[in-house]
């Protein structure tokens, strides 16, 4: 079935520095891909999503680009905030939603 | 915000009580999904309803049920509870558009959680 292997964490980085969450997929057929970030104490919020293949999602500072030939959805910042410390899953769609183990990543000022 | 609701936001009960646990989805969605997050299980898929039927079940006990009524909220009625049941309780909603194929209206949007403690 589908599934989401995802880095194991915890991350830990000084402000500014770079970020990448590796996230590998098996899947049959096309499924969408996500980023989720769950802040200390709140519950799990969109991140970015691609639908297709070599699409690239992008919010706040994050992407990601849908790799087909790879099978990855790598999450990468440039320059990380201690406002980005949070926990962050990936997942896929189809036919349920399945997530990654998540990733806790702890930035430092 | 991401436009659904849960209450409530926390819930103390001893073993052996049932509880309700309401959701309710954003406007317009038709699918709900209830999620189970614990520190040694992670994010665990229950159960999803979809205009008001059942439409997958993940890792779900038999103690626990849910369904979805005419107005698309939602409730997950947990029994006989264990300690072991204590965790985060996640709704989510989407479009999920029968017969779509990775399209945007697949996405999940969650609510803010109910914490269940079980004591």
């Not at chain 1, 880095?7 to 096309?30: H, K, R």
């Not at chain 1, 994050?62 to 201690?82: C, D, I, M, N």
């Not at chain 1, 349920?96 to 430092?108: E, H």
């Not at chain 2, 436009?3 to 049932?18: E, M, Y």
Request: hydrophobic share 30%.
């Amino acid at each position: 079935g589908n599934s989401v292997t995802q880095m194991e964490g915890p991350v830990t980085l000084s402000e500014e520095a770079f970020l990448t969450i590796n996230c590998t997929y098996t899947a049959t057929g096309y499924p969408s891909l996500f980023w989720y970030v769950q802040y200390p104490g709140e519950g799990l919020q969109l991140l970015l999503k691609a639908t297709k293949a070599d699409d690239k999602g992008s919010n706040k500072g994050f992407e990601a680009t849908y790799r087909k030939e790879t099978t990855s959805f790598h999450l990468e910042k440039g320059s990380v905030q201690v406002s980005d410390s949070a926990v962050y899953f990936c997942a896929l769609s189809r036919p349920k939603l399945s997530f990654g183990a998540g990733t806790t990543v702890t930035v430092r000022a | 915000d991401s436009g659904v609701t849960q209450t409530p936001k926390h819930l103390i009960t001893a073993t052996g009580q049932r509880v309700t646990l309401r959701c309710s989805p954003r406007s317009g969605d038709l699918s709900v999904y209830w999620y189970q997050q614990s520190l040694d299980q992670g994010l665990q898929f229950l159960i999803q309803y979809y205009n008001g039927e059942e439409r997958a079940k993940g890792n779900i006990l038999e103690r626990f049920s849910a369904q979805q009524f005419p107005d698309l909220h939602s409730e997950l009625n947990l029994s006989s509870l264990e300690l072991g049941d204590s965790a985060l309780y996640f709704c989510a909603s989407s479009a999920d558009t029968v017969g779509t194929s990775g399209g945007a209206s697949d996405t999940q949007y969650f609510g803010p959680g109910t914490r269940l403690t079980v004591l």
